[in-house]
């Protein structure tokens, strides 16, 4: 009797493992179909479901991929970690919980596994190991030394969701969002180079890749308190924005994303729709007509995007992964013919890196700020600074901290020589994406100037040394001249 019970037991346990072995799978199968098509928000439900069932590497890997591309650091550091400590794991997942540490401010352990990485990958590039070895190093020294500006959140402007790329319009502020209905319980980050798979057409409420509403633009005149949706109608379901006006406000460029009616096919495979950008004039009576669509978009292609149009009106940059760049997502610009058409675009190879270049914005004295991954930062995406000069374009400049984060820091725009806003998702802020502005403070150099006298003799001391006591107890020393005279260049904390 007792040997039947435990056969029949052990069938039972035996049907029982392979069910949840079956459903495990199942759910697996499920998991990677959402994946697949950019659905990021069901795919992690799924996967995490998948994973309490059966642990496998592959789950733990999509998990910290999906949550990476939802910019929810903490969860693909977790992951990551897991992934990367799980039997025969790829050393591509060591890099990643390396790069997911350096955005959680954690340096000294991302130092410590790029440099693992570097041992498990002897493929490595070892330049490329030496900026992420690099960036960390100098992320702290950043810290330690902040530049003088003060970045300050702006609350009216933000919500529990995505708001960035704001821009000025007349007396207006216009800016990209996600806000809506959505529940703020999964907040994620939304500025993706926008991708649908042809295969399935996408939810026109919600966007699978957060969760969240689709982009919109939206205003806040400077006159009013409320923030109110932008009438501009793009005449699509899915994203619109960010945007960039000409200077007079009669043009408008934007990047938007429209889904065929019918599945698109490229060499025999369903094609990604990916993002182009558009443009709008006001008619006569100073309504935006419909958009006008870019001529370089070639959406089953490539992405076009981050337009940024230029004071005089001629010049357009943007960014696009279109094929013989230089890394992900390159910078380029085009310039406007005399007879309103676009030139060819010219690639801006002495800034783009293999990394993904964003958000170019020229100011008033031709510095061009953009936001990089591809070279020595903080972390994410950084914003650099660099001068288009007469025939070359100056070394970038990383503008520090805290105007750069662990994590990613983006559209960069001057609305005066001292202020202006960017956007960054940094811990601290409403969402997930938030816009700050930001003012440098002014700092004046002093001169301390005198002469030395011999009180005996009554005649200038020449060729002595000078010593000047700092207020933090360092010491300065300069040498009199010929007549006696003697100057300090004094900086703010002398």
């Known amino acids: 009797m007792k040997k039947n019970i435990y056969r029949l037991l052990l069938v039972i346990s035996i049907l029982f493992a392979h069910q949840t072995t079956a459903l495990a799978q199942y759910v697996l199968l499920e998991a990677d179909k959402e994946y697949e098509l950019y659905n990021y928000n069901k795919a992690i439900d799924l996967y995490e479901l998948a994973y309490k069932k059966k642990p496998t590497l592959h789950a733990a890997e999509r998990l910290a991929q999906a949550y990476s591309y939802q910019k929810n650091y903490k969860q693909a550091e977790s992951w990551y970690a897991i992934a990367a400590g799980m039997p025969n794991t790829n050393p591509e997942n060591v890099l990643q919980y390396a790069k997911a540490l350096q955005q959680n401010s954690k340096y000294a352990e991302a130092k410590g596994q790029y440099q693992k990485y570097g041992e498990l990958n002897k493929a490595v590039d070892i330049k490329e190991q030496n900026r992420w070895i690099l960036s960390c190093d100098s992320a702290g020294v950043w810290m330690k030394n902040p530049t003088t500006v003060v970045i300050t959140n702006e609350k009216i402007l933000n919500t529990p969701q995505s708001d960035w790329g704001a821009t000025v319009y007349g007396n207006s502020i216009v800016f990209s969002s996600d806000r809506g209905n959505t529940s703020a319980d999964k907040v994620s980050g939304n500025r993706p180079f926008l991708k649908f798979d042809g295969a399935k057409k996408p939810d026109r409420t919600v966007y699978g890749w957060t969760g969240n509403h689709y982009l919109r633009l939206y205003e806040k005149d400077a006159n009013l308190d409320s923030v109110f949706r932008f009438n501009l109608n793009a005449n699509t379901d899915y994203h619109v924005g960010p945007a960039s006006f000409s200077k007079d406000g009669n043009e408008v460029f934007f990047t938007l994303s429209k889904i065929p009616e019918k599945p698109v096919y490229v060499n025999g495979k369903l094609a990604t729709v990916n993002v182009g950008i558009y443009s709008s004039k006001k008619d006569a009576d100073g309504k935006w007509i419909n ?34 760049g230089r890394g992900g997502t390159d910078i380029y610009v085009c310039q406007r013919t005399a007879a309103g058409d676009w030139g060819l675009p010219v690639n801006l190879k002495e800034i783009n890196t293999e990394g993904n270049e964003r958000t170019p914005v020229l100011d008033q004295e031709n510095n061009l700020y953009f936001s990089t991954d591809g070279r020595i930062g903080m972390g994410g995406l950084d914003i650099f600074k660099t001068q288009l000069l007469p025939g070359k374009i100056a070394e970038p400049k990383n503008l520090g901290y805290p105007t750069n984060s662990p994590q990613d820091d983006f559209t960069y725009l001057k609305t005066s020589p001292l202020t202006g806003y960017f956007t960054s998702n940094r811990p601290g802020g409403l969402g997930s994406d938030d816009i700050y502005s930001f003012k440098e403070l002014q700092t004046f150099a002093l001169k301390l100037t005198g002469r030395l006298f011999d009180n005996a003799r009554k005649q200038p001391l020449a060729n002595a040394i000078v010593t000047l006591s700092k207020i933090n107890g360092q010491t300065l020393k300069v040498q009199t001249d010929e007549t006696g005279d003697f100057r300090f260049n004094l900086d703010q904390e002398s």
Do not use: C, E, H, R
């Open 291 to 324: 958009p006008v669509p870019f001529k370089y978009n070639k959406v089953d292609d490539y992405s076009v995007g981050d337009p940024f149009i230029t004071a005089d009106g001629n010049s357009l940059y943007f960014v696009s992964n279109m094929p013989n």
